[in-house]
């Protein structure tokens, strides 16, 4: 990859949490519960959850973050339960993953 390309890539790198035992199930409701709060944050801040704003928007992008990265955390984590109890390689999925993106005009 050349600058410009690295460029395109926001890379993150999460811990594995420690005293945990999550399931597939247990993971994915975690997902659902933090992606639910992110779209919390996002409604309250546009003011379309009916509620009347109550944080200004440096605070409500502030929390919008804050969750953002709750749930990149519990992905994360969904994605060592499946190397681990599924025996799923992630390299090859991302591998994949790009592939199908490149396939479908997102990325170049």
Do not use: C, W
């Not at 801040?45 to 944080?55: D, L, P, T, V």
Request: proline share 2%.
């Amino acid at each position: 990859m050349n600058s410009t390309e690295d460029n395109d890539y926001k890379v993150i790198s999460l811990p594995k949490l420690n005293g945990l035992t999550p399931t597939l199930e247990s993971t994915a409701l975690k997902l659902m519960e933090e992606a639910g709060e992110l779209a919390q944050a996002i409604g309250k801040f546009r003011g379309q959850s009916g509620e009347a704003i109550r944080m200004d928007e440096e605070k409500a992008v502030d929390r919008m973050a804050q969750e953002l990265l709750d749930v990149a955390q519990v992905a994360v984590s969904m994605m060592f339960v499946l190397e681990e109890n599924y025996d799923i390689d992630l390299r090859q999925k991302l591998k994949q993953h790009i592939a199908k993106l490149k396939a479908k005009g997102y990325i170049k």
